[in-house]
């Protein structure tokens, strides 16, 4: 039985290959540049993208379940759309998809809401699946800890709803686990999804007490300014990943991504242990720095 993972290279994805490889699977990855990859020994390295049905259809041959991991893009939802159609045309029926958590209530993010129409696709088509939806991803705050650590100042907009950050070990293990289950799992499963959820949901004025308490100095939250947050980060993305980012963080401010009853419990019992919390995330960071 083989899993192909798509996302291989990313940061996510990373984590899912390893935890796979250290569980015994038999692992394929799809990759742009398999000569750059830099992933494990004994990987079947297949060359292409999203986009190239050829490729899909090559390198989905013999597979039994997919990882499905598209990154924010322009055309996020038919790459998601190819890979499903050929995935069935092939007869690949079990699935891992790598969604986002309230991707049914943050319709006006477009990111968010072609993660959901994916969602749909996966259900109307019959697939065996486990949607994972993970919330924020603790390990974005490596992108701000220079203006942390050199203005004194938190500056990503989460406002004070919270939200129930992740760290991306704990996504990996966790859809490993789901991977190696429904592979292994004698016949076709209902579809699941699961709430991927950090252990504390955290205000933008929590984020920054957690940096002072690990620096052991001051820093302030810099406040809910998602027209100046879009504006930076204009500064080294697309105009159109900007905004898109700035819908979401808008929702964070009316919203928040806040965990289910039991979500957490949940998690900790499918992991054996506790969920990889906030603090500790924050002092690697300023450990490393």
């Given at each position: 039985m083989t899993i192909l993972v798509t996302g291989a290279t990313g940061h996510v994805g990373r984590h899912v290959v390893q935890q796979l490889i250290q569980r015994?699977?038999?692992?394929?990855?799809?990759?742009?540049?398999?000569?750059?990859?830099?992933?494990?020994?004994?990987?079947?390295?297949?060359?292409?993208?999203?986009?190239?049905?050829?490729?899909?259809?090559?390198?989905?041959?013999?597979?039994?379940?997919?990882?499905?991991?598209?990154?924010?893009?322009?055309?996020?939802?038919?790459?998601?759309?190819?890979?499903?159609?050929?995935?069935?045309e092939v007869g690949i029926r079990r699935v891992v998809y790598l969604s986002v958590i309230h991707s049914d209530r943050y319709v006006n993010v477009p990111h968010f809401a072609a993660k959901f129409g994916v969602e749909r696709m996966i259900e109307q088509m019959g697939f065996s699946a486990t949607v994972l939806r993970p919330a924020y991803f603790m390990d974005n705050e490596w992108t701000v800890k220079d203006v942390i650590l050199g203005h004194g100042v938190y500056p990503m907009p989460i406002g004070g709803k919270g939200l129930a950050m992740i760290d991306a070990r704990d996504i990996g293990e966790i859809?490993?686990?789901?991977?190696?289950?429904?592979?292994?799992?004698?016949?076709?499963?209902?579809?699941?999804?699961?709430?991927?959820?950090?252990?504390?949901?955290?205000?933008?004025?929590?984020?920054?007490?957690?940096?002072?308490?690990?620096?052991?100095?001051?820093?302030?939250?810099?406040?809910?300014?998602?027209?100046?947050?879009?504006?930076?980060?204009?500064?080294?993305m697309p105009a159109w990943m900007a905004y898109d980012m700035r819908q979401m963080a808008e929702r964070f401010l009316s919203d928040g991504m806040v965990p289910e009853a039991g979500d957490v419990q949940r998690l900790a019992q499918l992991l054996g242990r506790p969920l990889r919390s906030y603090r500790d995330f924050v002092a690697g960071i300023a450990s490393a720095a």
């Open positions: 015994g699977a038999r692992v394929r990855a799809l990759a742009r540049n398999p000569d750059t990859a830099q992933l494990p020994a004994g990987i079947d390295l297949v060359q292409g993208d999203l986009l190239d049905v050829d490729a899909l259809r090559e390198g989905f041959q013999g597979v039994t379940t997919l990882f499905l991991l598209n990154a924010v893009a322009a055309d996020e939802f038919t790459q998601a759309l190819v890979a499903l159609n050929v995935a069935r859809a490993a686990i789901e991977l190696l289950a429904r592979d292994q799992a004698p016949e076709d499963q209902p579809l699941t999804r699961l709430n991927l959820v950090g252990p504390d949901t955290l205000t933008g004025e929590d984020a920054a007490r957690t940096w002072s308490e690990v620096l052991g100095r001051h820093i302030a939250y810099g406040g809910d300014q998602t027209p100046a947050f879009e504006q930076n980060l204009r500064q080294f």
